[in-house]
């Protein structure tokens, strides 16, 4: 047998070192690309933080209800119904109920994107 092939030549054999991630029960070692915490964080801050462009969408697009004004629509509508969402959110709980919910997408798709152990 020839010395000169080793391992390192040859595609189809084992790596010297196990690849580097997380490491299940079985052994199976998965990249683990976010954490269950990393990803209801990540749902909760894009879905408060996306809730005021897209009420600023809405009151361009359509009626928006301001709250002490009425509805408003339009282009002068954009930032009164962007302030809005800060009556909504913080007075009568809005941006609690959206963190929550973005919180649970978040956790929901992070379970189903993740591979499979």
Known sequence: MDDSITNDANPYSAPKSPPSGKRTGEGQV??????????????????????????????????????F??????????????????????FMGGLVLIGVLGAIGGAVTANLTSPVL
């Open 30 to 67: 998965v990249d683990a690309a976010m954490t269950e915490g990393a990803a209801l964080l990540r749902g909760a801050i894009w879905s408060v933080v996306s809730a005021f462009p897209i009420a600023g969408l809405m009151g361009l697009l359509f009626r928006f209800p301001v709250p």
């Open 69 to 90: 004004v009425g509805y408003v629509s339009g282009f002068e509508a954009i930032i009164p119904a962007m302030l809005a969402v800060i009556f909504y959110g913080v």
